[in-house]
């Protein structure tokens, strides 16, 4: 099984910027694409970005511009670097792994509020 530690969510006025940190550690044989997700309020669970092992990236339209997804490979650990946020952009953000062996794990979240 793989553990995931979240970190890096706060409160942000509008415009301003967070970057949240996702270290995996357990049960890794091979890490092959990792990401984030978000949930808001009343709202299902949406993709936000991820990452393949040889750097492949993919993005949700509503934050193409303004968020980075990146990892470090030797520390199995994702980053996603948030930019010109918004108020919509509040919800609680999912780390996601999937690994060759383990399956899929999932973080316990972290929140990200952005209000003036």
């Known amino acids: 099984q793989v553990q995931l530690v979240e970190s890096g969510g706060g409160l942000v006025q509008p415009g301003g910027s967070l970057r949240l940190s996702c270290a995996a550690s357990g049960s890794i044989y091979r890490i092959v694409i990792m990401g984030w997700y978000r949930q808001a309020p009343g709202k299902q669970r949406e993709l936000v970005a991820t990452?393949?092992?040889?750097?492949?990236?993919n993005y949700s339209d509503s934050v193409k511009g303004r968020f980075t997804i990146s990892r470090d490979n030797a520390k199995n650990t994702v980053y996603l670097e948030m930019n010109s946020l918004k108020p919509d952009d509040t919800a609680v953000y999912y780390c996601?792994?999937?690994?060759?062996?383990?399956?899929?794990?999932w973080g316990r979240g972290t929140q990200v509020t952005v209000s003036s």
């Open positions: 996601n792994v999937g690994d060759y062996l383990s399956g899929t794990s």
């Open positions: 990452i393949t092992s040889d750097g492949g990236t």
